[in-house]
């Protein structure tokens, strides 16, 4: 099922949208560094020495060199970054909008004070449009989530591998946990994880707190939380895949950051970590999936749900045959600060286990109140777990539990871990294969 892009057929238009991003992200970034008077001195020293200083293709470059706008627009140039361009080169707005019409400023500014351009004779072509997306063909071919994996982040672990701690007493245990996780994920490795996690002050600071962040990249390297960079592989994203998820859940009313460059925290790492060990490259892409759990308010348990029943949507509206794993990280129960720091409620984990599995509509429903004051206050975390949920076929299909574990403690916290297998209705495992 393709994304209606139907704005695309309005004539004399080009509509910014995240295909125009990624085509445009070096060229927009070029315009962008011109907001400082050192680089455009330096621009308008040499304007070509300055372009082949940033990674553009040839086309972009020749399309501001020789002051072809529209070309720019083709190329992925958004009109508000290329303003930027436009003004150090001392041309007004309407000198660049006259530019793209054929118009003189002055022929521009005329046709403005006589009422600007008529609608008339600049709508779309509905014969065209009529033709291009009546009934259109479904496609053969779509992605698939055929699992998904839920686990704790604790930092610890990720310092206990890096350190080679895994066999030691205190730290073989947790690592047993994740035995069958590692041959499982071996047999049944993704083309993409969409892995939900929270950024742990490392990408984002009190500047900006975005409830919802995608990332859209082609690459995210691994912060330095305070210690220096985890000792393991960049992350090797999808921005044709993330794309497609922004498209298709801002149109279903999810309000997203989109994020072409960002830092990981052990939020994401350690999850791969744990299920890929120690390799040199990761052997899937990643689409990292930010939620905000640390300043309040933060997302419901019943908004993190709808969204993983979306994300579900968009994966499978993908027209390419990927297999998707979607995870969800964090928690379980732990109290990071103030006198209750230490908190641990083994029942309580369990019973959200129990419940992630059997009834997560109305695991949903829980409140926040309930996580803070049963799970302590970073048992919040627990709520991104029903964005990987979600986005299971239960309504039309099974759900196969492969692996449980839980365990306390990691450091601060109670580890949990879950593994399901997603079967759509048309290849659910036979009753009593289970």
Not at 24 to 38: D, I, K, R
Not at 60 to 70: I, P, S
Not at 401 to 412: D, E, L, T, W
Request: proline share 6%.
């Amino acid at each position: 099922m393709s994304l209606d892009k139907t704005y695309k057929l309005v004539p004399g238009t080009t509509i910014f949208d995240a295909e125009q991003s990624a085509k445009g992200y070096h060229l927009n970034q070029f315009c962008m560094s011109l907001m400082t008077a050192e680089n455009r001195a330096a621009f308008l020293a040499d304007e070509r020495a300055y372009l082949d200083a940033w990674p553009l293709r040839e086309e972009q470059k020749q399309a501001l060199l020789d002051r072809d706008l529209n070309a720019a627009m083709r190329e992925g140039g958004n009109i508000y970054f290329l303003a930027k361009w436009g003004a150090t080169l001392g041309f007004s707005f309407q000198q660049m909008a006259g530019s793209m019409t054929g118009m003189t400023e002055e022929e521009y500014r005329a046709m403005m004070v006589g009422g600007g351009r008529s609608v008339e004779g600049n709508r779309i072509d509905h014969a065209v449009l009529d033709a291009a997306y009546t009934n259109p063909e479904p496609s053969a071919e779509h992605a698939t989530i055929t699992g998904a994996v839920f686990t704790s982040h604790v930092p610890a672990i990720g310092a206990a591998l890096d350190h080679g701690k895994t066999e030691e007493p205190y730290w073989q245990p947790v690592f047993e946990g994740y035995a069958y996780s590692k041959t499982w994920e071996r047999e049944n490795v993704p083309d993409v994880i969409f892995l939900v996690y929270n950024d742990h002050a490392s990408a984002f600071d009190q500047s900006m707190i975005p409830t919802f962040v995608l990332g859209t990249g082609a690459s995210y390297p691994i912060a330095d939380e305070g210690y220096g960079p985890r000792p393991v592989p960049g992350i090797e994203g999808d921005p044709d895949l993330a794309a497609h998820i922004a498209h298709s859940l801002i149109r279903d009313d999810f309000d997203l950051t989109l994020v072409n460059e960002m830092a990981v925290d052990h939020g994401l790492t350690v999850p791969l970590s744990l299920m890929f060990g120690d390799v040199e490259k990761w052997p899937c892409k990643v689409i990292p999936f930010h939620v905000n759990v640390v300043q309040y308010p933060v997302p419901s348990g019943a908004r993190c749900f709808k969204l993983g029943q979306a994300l579900r949507k968009a994966i499978e509206s993908y027209d390419r045959p990927l297999k998707v794993h979607v995870w969800g990280t964090g928690g379980m129960s732990h109290q990071l600060q103030g006198p209750r720091a230490g908190l641990i409620n083994r029942e309580w984990d369990n019973a959200f286990l129990d419940r992630l599995i059997a009834d997560p509509a109305g695991l949903a429903e829980v409140p926040h109140l309930e996580y803070v004051e049963e799970a302590g206050s970073e048992g919040i975390e627990l709520v991104m777990w029903l964005i990987a949920r979600g986005a299971l076929s239960d309504v039309d299909g099974a759900v196969e539990v492969k692996h449980r574990f839980y365990h306390v403690p990691a450091s601060n916290t109670a580890v949990g871990h879950l593994i399901l297998e997603n079967h759509p209705r048309a290849e659910a495992p036979a009753e009593g294969e289970n």
